[in-house]
Nanobody
Framework: QLQASGGGLVQAGGSLSLSCAVSGRTFSSYVMAWFRQAPGKEREFVGAIRWSGGTTSYADSVKGRFTISRYNVKNTVYLQMNSLKSEDTAVYYC???????????????WGQGTLVTVSS
């Protein structure tokens, strides 16, 4: 029901845009979030957007560099990543949950993840 895509290899300082396509149901009352998990580390919150209203929230580590948006017509959520750093290297997941939280356990629906590698 959630399909993440857009990952790849990018040089430090570059940009990349991830997409999360929603299918099979609507999440109009949900919060759509992005998480990431680097090798050997726990999954961490990146940012989120309320599907209704578009309010966003970001982790301090990405604030000012990453932007989350949604396109209702296409049922798609985007993560625009600018000024990428090597420490942004991770598998990125999109998720849907009933309310905003930094805790991954709150989110009921998960995409399969897409790998972002930032070379220094």
């Amino acid at each position: 029901q959630l399909q993440a895509s857009g990952g790849g290899l990018v040089q430090a300082g570059g940009s990349l845009s991830l997409s999360c396509a929603v299918s099979g149901r609507t999440f109009s009352s949900y919060v759509m979030a992005w998480f990431r998990q680097a090798p050997g580390k726990e999954r961490e919150f990146v940012g989120a957007i309320r599907w209704s209203g578009g309010t966003t929230s970001y982790a301090d580590s990405v604030k000012g560099r990453f932007t989350i948006s949604r396109y209702n017509v296409k049922n798609t959520v985007y993560l625009q990543m600018n000024s990428l750093k090597s420490e942004d290297t991770a598998v990125y997941y999109c998720a849907a949950g009933p309310y905003l939280s930094f805790r991954s356990t709150v989110y009921d629906y998960w995409g399969q993840g897409t790998l972002v590698t930032v070379s220094s």
